[in-house]
């Protein structure tokens, strides 16, 4: 794996550095955050023969300077294993209770989400020994869920949209997340789907849209920026039931940041131009 010639890591303290790991593979992104400053973005399947531990490992020791002192250190979790929790609910010293109330998977080690997002609190399971291999090999890392970056970002394009309720989708590997909001544009639900057929995730928003008596002619459903085959299929669906169904452009950061930007999934780009 290369990196382009103008990014020179012998100056680590002038990059961001932001890693995703999700069930499948892993990547990371460079960015200087001067205006018009340079970025890369690579990514890589894990190993089938291997666990995702094991991937994580090899990943830090192949590319060993991924543990330079950078500017920052970022790290996303892409999972289905979170949950939205009202603030008014959490208990520090319960949150794995708290968590384990509605997963069937016991959590190993929870952690929170960095954003308070409407009084909300995402809180997110990881294999402890994972999270302790990061943190011994990374120059303090900073912690993300992808459901947290996600929701933050969601909050703002709802504030500023048009008026009425709103459900957004975004697709990413084989991951579709959707968020609802209502007509006050207060969140109402967040979920995330892994590793279903089009037809699958199709029915489960159509069922979620009716649950959140949401309206097929006034109501709007966006589809964020997307190259997955699961969003295509989808948009291809819900033009047939959903009247206002629009996508939403990538970041305005993009058309600064070159090619390697647009391969980038959102969360990751969110986080690696805020």
Known sequence: MF?????????????????????????????????????????????????????????????????????????????????????????????????????????????LGKERIQHNIVLYSVEASIYQFLMRSLYNPQLWHHADILLGYADKKNWIGDKGAKMYLNCHDRFVDILCFDQYSNLKHMVSYNGEPAQNVFYYILNLWDKCEFDQNKDFLYMMESQSKL????????????????????????????????????????????
């Open 3 to 111: 990196l382009p010639d103008n990014i020179d890591l012998s100056h680590p303290e002038k990059y961001l550095l932001s890693i995703r790991i999700n069930p499948e593979g892993w990547s990371f992104s460079i960015r200087e955050p001067e205006i018009g400053g340079d970025y890369c973005y690579r990514e890589a399947s894990f190993s089938k023969d291997s666990d995702i531990q094991s991937n994580i490992e090899r990943m830090i020791f192949d590319f060993n300077f991924l543990s330079q002192t950078f500017k920052q250190t970022d790290v996303i979790f892409v999972s289905r294993e979170y949950e939205v929790i009202p603030q008014y609910l959490f208990e520090k010293k319960k949150k794995k209770e708290l968590y384990n109330l509605s997963h069937c998977k016991k959590a190993d080690k929870i952690l």
């Open 231 to 274: 969003g295509e299929e989808l948009l291809i669906l819900l033009r047939d039931y959903i009247r206002r169904v629009e996508m939403i452009g990538l970041p305005s950061e993009v058309e600064f940041l070159g090619e390697d930007a647009r391969k980038t999934p959102l969360d990751l780009l969110i986080l690696s131009t805020k």
